[in-house]
C-alpha cells in the first residue's frame, strides 16, 4: 500500500509518499481501507520532530480516518467487513490502510458523506471530552474559544450552542469571525485589533468566561486567567504560543477557577474508548439531525499532503484540511 512516511523531520516536502507493508488487524482491531484522512496540528508537530507517536502506534502521521471495515481481528464483534465508519487513531492515518481500535470506530453519520466523516472523530473528540466531560459547559455558561474558525473551534461553537451555551471566540479577520457567528458564535473579538480580555469583559456585561478553551499555552496564559468568570475553567489543548508562562495564584484564588491541560492521543485506550462512545451518545444525534455538521475547508489527493501542511501552517483555512486516497 501507499503511505506517507517522514523519513527525516523538516518542512512540508519532507512528507514522502512511499510503499510500505500493509498493516494486519490484531485481536480487538479493524482493517480500514482509508477513504480519507483529516489533517491535524498534531501531524505538523509530528512531522518537525516535537510530537513523537505513543509507543505501539504507527509510524506515519494521521490521527483520524474514514473509510471502509477490510477486515476483523479476533474477538470484533459489533462490526462488519464493508461497514462505512470513521476512527479515532494514534498515528497511521496518511495511508491507503489502517488498523484501528474497535472500541474507537464510529458509524459514518446519515447526512455526511464518506470523505467528509474524516473530519469528525478528533474534533468531536477533543470538543466532548475538554469542554464537557473536563470542564462541565453548563447551559447559560459563556466558552471562550481561541481560534473560533479551526476545525476544533468550529466544533466547539456547533455543541456548545446546542446545549445552550453562549459562546464568545478570537479569530484573526472578519471573514473568519463570519463564519464564527453563522455557526452560533454570539461574542465575536478579533484579537488583531483588540484584547480579547476587555472584549470578552465587556460583551459579557462584566461576567467573563466560564469555560476557556485555549491551545495557546503560555502566550495566552495570564490574560487567560484574567478572562474567567468566577469558578472559571481554563482548558489548555495546544501549545501554539509556547510551554512556559507566568500564572497570577492570587487571582485564580480570587476566582476560585482551574487550570487544566490535557491531550487526547496519549490516554490509555480505555478512557480514548469511553470518549468515543460519549461522542455517539451525544453528538452523533446532533449531527445526523443537521444541528452539528463538519465544517471541510478543502480536500488534498493523498499525494499532495506537503500542500496540505503547507495549508495549515498558513493558517487562513476554516475548518478541517482532509487527504482523500
Excluded at 479476533?74 to 472500541?103: F, H, N, S, T
Excluded at 470523505?115 to 466532548?128: K, N
Aim: charged share 20%; with cysteine; proline share 6%.
Amino acid at each position: 500500500m501507499r503511505a506517507i512516511t517522514i523519513p527525516e523531520p523538516g518542512d512540508a516536502d519532507s512528507l514522502v509518499l512511499d510503499e510500505v507493508p500493509d498493516p494486519e488487524a490484531g485481536p480487538g482491531q479493524v482493517l480500514i481501507d482509508v477513504v480519507a484522512a483529516g489533517v491535524n496540528r498534531a501531524d505538523v508537530m509530528q512531522r518537525l520532530g516535537h510530537y513523537p507517536p505513543p509507543p505501539g502506534a504507527s509510524e506515519y502521521p494521521g490521527l483520524e480516518v474514514s473509510g471502509r471495515i477490510a477486515a476483523l481481528g479476533e474477538g470484533v464483534e459489533d462490526w462488519q467487513v464493508g461497514d462505512e465508519v470513521c476512527a479515532l487513531i494514534d498515528g497511521g492515518g496518511y495511508a491507503e490502510r489502517v488498523v484501528a481500535p474497535a472500541d474507537q470506530l464510529l458509524p459514518v453519520p446519515r447526512g455526511v458523506s464518506l470523505v467528509d466523516a474524516a473530519g469528525l472523530p478528533e474534533v468531536t473528540c477533543t470538543v466532548w471530552s475538554n469542554v464537557f466531560l473536563v470542564a462541565n459547559i453548563q447551559p447559560g455558561q459563556v466558552l471562550l474559544v481561541h481560534g473560533g474558525s479551526s476545525g476544533i473551534g468550529t466544533m466547539a461553537i456547533q455543541l456548545a450552542k446546542a446545549v445552550g451555551a453562549h459562546v464568545a471566540v478570537t479569530a484573526g479577520s472578519q471573514a473568519k469571525l463570519d463564519v464564527c457567528r453563522d455557526l452560533g458564535a454570539e461574542f465575536l473579538v478579533n484579537y488583531r485589533e483588540e484584547d480579547f480580555v476587555e472584549r470578552v469583559r465587556e460583551l459579557t456585561k462584566g461576567h467573563g468566561a466560564d469555560v476557556i478553551l485555549d491551545n495557546m499555552g503560555a502566550k495566552y496564559l495570564a490574560r487567560n486567567v484574567e478572562a474567567l468568570a468566577i469558578s472559571g475553567r481554563l482548558v489548555t489543548i495546544g501549545l501554539m504560543g509556547g510551554r512556559k508562562g507566568e500564572l497570577d495564584m492570587g487571582m485564580l484564588l480570587a476566582k476560585r477557577a482551574a487550570v487544566i491541560a490535557t491531550s487526547l492521543r496519549a490516554r490509555p485506550a480505555p478512557e480514548k474508548a469511553a470518549i468515543v462512545a460519549a461522542v455517539r451518545e451525544h453528538v452523533w444525534p446532533l449531527i445526523e439531525s443537521g444541528a452539528v455538521h463538519p465544517v471541510i475547508h478543502s480536500r488534498h489527493p493523498l499525494a499532495q499532503a506537503a500542500e496540505a501542511h503547507r495549508e495549515m501552517e498558513a493558517s487562513g483555512h476554516i475548518g478541517k484540511i482532509l487527504l482523500t486516497t
